[in-house]
Antibody, heavy 120, light 108 residues
Framework: QMQLVQSGAEVKKTGSSVKVSCKAS????????LHWVRQAPGQALEWMGW????????NYAQKFQDRVTITRDRSMSTSYMELSSLRSEDTAMYYC?????????????WGQGTMVTVSS | EIVMTQSPATLSVSPGERATLSCRAS??????LAWYQQKPGQAPRLLIY???TRATGIPARFSGSGSGTEFTLTISSLQSEDFAVYYC??????????FGQGTRLEIK
């Protein structure tokens, strides 16, 4: 079945960077947009950006434009999200999600989430 | 940026009753709107896309309606497993995506 499996929890220091991976299986990796969404504890979902696995095109939310980089490795069917200059407010669950084959705007497959904790 | 506003923030409903959740967009998003359900400790699950189309495997008691700036998610007869947080999401402003702040549906 289609699934996205993310890397494990991370604990980082303020000012450092984190890189989270998301491995796809059960579908053709290059056929669907791959998005990254985060959720701070007790807070709403927040869209960060997407990548087109076929050619590597990306688009980011303005809030994260200067600090986030989304990449992919086609040979590994894996996407990566790197967030730099971490601060305490970046403590959150980070999800990857891919868009539906029926509607390219809706996210029908989600990873299990990766908890990132930032402390000084 | 298109701002999505959900109301109410918390909705208390008894099992078996109907629940109506609202989502308003700051400008028209046509029918490019999705709804998600999220339970504690779980990733979100897609319920509705295109404002009114149920995703695969979603029970018929879930229905979506609306277009433009006003949208509604209705759960016709609440089951115990339906108590969760619900989010709307617009994707009309592609490539930019925004979510609402969520509505918590709790047992009355």
């Amino acid at each position: 079945q289609m699934q996205l499996v993310q890397s494990g929890a991370e604990v980082k220091k303020t000012g450092s960077s984190v890189k989270v991976s998301c491995k796809a299986s059960g579908y053709t990796f290059t056929y669907r947009y791959l998005h990254w969404v985060r959720q701070a504890p007790g807070q709403a979902l927040e869209w960060m950006g997407w990548i087109t696995p076929f050619n590597g095109d990306t688009n980011y939310a303005q809030k994260f434009q200067d600090r986030v980089t989304i990449t992919r490795d086609r040979s590994m069917s894996t996407s990566y999200m790197e967030l730099s200059s971490l601060r305490s407010e970046d403590t959150a669950m980070y999800y990857c999600a891919c868009t539906s084959s029926a509607d390219e705007g809706a996210f029908d497959i989600w990873g299990q989430g990766t908890m990132v904790t930032v402390s000084s | 940026e298109i701002v999505m506003t959900q109301s109410p923030a918390t909705l208390s409903v008894s099992p078996g009753e109907r629940a109506t959740l609202s989502c308003r967009a700051s400008q028209s998003v046509s029918s490019n709107l999705a709804w998600y359900q999220q339970k504690p400790g779980q990733a979100p699950r897609l319920l509705i896309y295109g404002a009114s189309t149920r995703a695969t495997g979603i029970p018929a008691r879930f229905s979506g309606s609306g277009s433009g700036t006003e949208f509604t998610l209705t759960i016709s007869s609440l089951q115990s497993e339906d108590f969760a947080v619900y989010y709307c999401q617009q994707y009309n402003n592609w490539p930019l995506i925004t979510f609402g702040q969520g509505t918590r549906l709790e047992i009355k």
